[in-house]
């Protein structure tokens, strides 16, 4: 089953797409590259690789970009490309989280549109000033929380929506990892350096790099307001300087209670992102590890299974699934789906017409929240674990 409309987005001409950050070396540069050419709704055609203009220049070249076209710093490209006849639509920023604001606000000011990885920002300070420059300008702003395009997450969410769980009581989310379980930041391995630096990273360790997805993924699916937290912040291993495990307790409006778990010390654990919701009618479960499979268990009653474009199965998914029943959809599908979903709001606006409202991806407003809860995190642990409001 294909994408809704797909074969008619299919006909609208490539978005010229810009890069900053995802040079050599870099993981996530080349998943946002994977995405945004999976649907092909997107031709790169410029970047600025990397914060060294050698680097920045190699790495256009690996990438087949025409040199005059391959800058030497995010604001050059910004200045010189919205100049340009065929100068870019959009931009991917993709670089370490201290460099988001700056970057972003260089493309946002001169219209053009930003898909930003997250956290928003490495501080809330920064985050709300985003905020304000996405709101005054007329591009548009995505946020690219990978984890809310999986057609089961969507799934969830509408059948939440549709009160199928009745009343939501418990949300369980959860994302161990394993990777950081030695000091690996002190080999200088590149993707662990930048994420144990304050100075990059901003005051959250496994709470901004992965605590930030499982509260997003919460709030995304179950569509509740976090009210206020409790968390207890660690940074086990001996030396570093932003947490590597956190346990938070959390408070939704309407009476909610929920408990996240992020970690980057959990031997055995390789991205183990789950999300358990239980209401007064139902639960359900999703497993990162397993994501063609959505959990359904109505009170009193046998769990069912739910399978991607399956029976049972809704709309929400199906118009995010590309293939049918029993042939896995995984990862990079699932980022794809965001930057489709971008394709179809920039390519509505290009036209002058709304953004159908079928189309979701997470927004600057996201970010903002998803920053101010790893504050809230930060400051609550530092006062023992006292309850906190966001």
Same mark, same amino acid.
């Given at each position: 089953?294909?994408?809704?409309?797909?074969?008619?987005?299919?006909?609208?001409?490539?978005?010229?797409?810009?890069?900053?950050?995802g040079g050599a070396g870099a993981f996530i540069g080349a998943v946002h590259r994977m995405a945004a050419r999976l649907d092909d709704q997107f031709d790169l055609v410029a970047g600025a690789l990397s914060s060294t203009p050698e680097k920045a220049i190699a790495s256009g070249r690996d990438l087949g970009l025409?040199?005059?076209?391959?800058?030497?710093?995010?604001?050059?490209?910004?200045?010189?490309?919205?100049?340009?006849?065929?100068?870019?639509?959009?931009?991917?920023?993709?670089?370490?989280?201290?460099?988001?604001?700056?970057?972003?606000?260089?493309?946002?000011?001169?219209?053009?549109?930003?898909?930003?990885?997250?956290?928003?920002?490495?501080?809330?300070?920064?985050?709300?000033?985003?905020?304000?420059?996405?709101?005054?300008?007329?591009?548009?702003?995505?946020?690219?929380?990978?984890?809310?395009?999986?057609?089961?997450?969507?799934?969830?969410?509408?059948?939440?929506?549709?009160?199928?769980?009745?009343?939501?009581?418990?949300?369980?989310?959860?994302?161990?990892?394993?990777?950081?379980?030695?000091?690996?930041?002190?080999?200088?391995?590149?993707?662990?350096?930048?994420?144990?630096?304050?100075?990059?990273?901003?005051?959250?360790? +496994?709470?901004?790099?992965? #605590?930030?997805?499982?509260?997003? &993924?919460? *709030? =995304?699916? %179950?569509?509740? !307001?976090?009210?206020?937290?409790?968390?207890?912040?660690?940074?086990?291993?001996?030396?570093?300087?932003?947490?590597?495990?956190?346990?938070?307790?959390?408070?939704?409006?309407?009476?909610?209670?929920?408990?996240?778990?992020?970690?980057?010390?959990?031997?055995?654990?390789?991205?183990?992102?789950?999300?358990?919701?239980?209401?007064?009618?139902?639960?359900?479960?999703?497993?990162?590890?397993?994501?063609?499979?959505?959990?359904?268990?109505?009170?009193?009653?046998?769990?069912?299974?739910?399978?991607?474009?399956?029976?049972?199965?809704?709309?929400?998914?199906?118009?995010? +699934?590309?293939?049918?029943? #029993?042939?896995?959809?995984?990862? &990079?599908? *699932? =980022?794809? %789906?965001?930057? !489709?979903?971008?394709?179809?709001?920039?390519?509505?606006?290009?036209?002058?017409?709304?953004?159908?409202?079928?189309?979701?991806?997470?927004?600057?407003?996201?970010?903002?929240?998803?920053?101010?809860?790893?504050?809230?995190?930060?400051?609550?642990?530092?006062?023992?674990?006292?309850?906190?409001?966001?």
């Amino acid at each position: 089953m294909a994408i809704e409309g797909k074969d008619e987005q299919a006909r609208e001409p490539r978005i010229r797409l810009g890069m900053v950050g995802g040079g050599a070396g870099a993981f996530i540069g080349a998943v946002h590259r994977m995405a945004a050419r999976l649907d092909d709704q997107f031709d790169l055609v410029a970047g600025a690789l990397s914060s060294t203009p050698e680097k920045a220049i190699a790495s256009g070249r690996d990438l087949g970009l025409d040199p005059s076209r391959t800058y030497g710093s995010y604001k050059e490209m910004a200045i010189r490309e919205a100049r340009l006849k065929d100068g870019i639509e959009a931009v991917s920023i993709v670089t370490p989280n201290h460099v988001h604001y700056e970057a972003a606000k260089e493309f946002l000011k001169r219209g053009i549109h930003v898909i930003c990885d997250k956290p928003l920002t490495s501080n809330l300070a920064d985050a709300k000033k985003l905020k304000k420059a996405a709101d005054e300008s007329d591009a548009l702003f995505i946020l690219t929380h990978n984890y809310t395009g999986y057609p089961m997450v969507r799934q969830a969410r509408e059948m939440i929506a549709n009160g199928d769980l009745g009343k939501i009581r418990v949300v369980q989310v959860e994302y161990p990892q394993d990777w950081l379980t030695e000091a690996v930041e002190q080999t200088g391995a590149k993707q662990a350096v930048w994420r144990t630096d304050p100075a990059q990273s901003g005051a959250g360790g +496994s709470t901004g790099d992965i #605590g930030t997805h499982a509260y997003n &993924l919460a *709030a =995304f699916v %179950t569509g509740l !307001t976090l009210e206020s937290l409790a968390a207890d912040l660690d940074s086990f291993v001996e030396g570093r300087r932003l947490d590597d495990n956190a346990h938070v307790m959390l408070r939704y409006e309407g009476g909610a209670k929920g408990m996240l778990w992020c970690s980057q010390v959990a031997p055995g654990h390789e991205n183990g992102l789950k999300i358990r919701v239980y209401g007064t009618k139902g639960g359900i479960e999703w497993v990162q590890a397993d994501p063609n499979y959505l959990w359904f268990t109505p009170f009193g009653e046998p769990k069912r299974l739910i399978t991607r474009n399956g029976a049972g199965s809704g709309a929400a998914a199906g118009r995010v +699934s590309r293939i049918p029943s #029993g042939h896995p959809e995984g990862y &990079l599908e *699932a =980022f794809a %789906t965001i930057y !489709t979903e971008a394709a179809r709001a920039i390519n509505a606006v290009k036209k002058g017409g709304a953004i159908d409202k079928a189309v979701i991806y997470p927004t600057v407003d996201d970010g903002v929240k998803g920053v101010a809860f790893v504050e809230a995190c930060v400051a609550s642990s530092k006062k023992n674990g006292a309850w906190v409001k966001l």
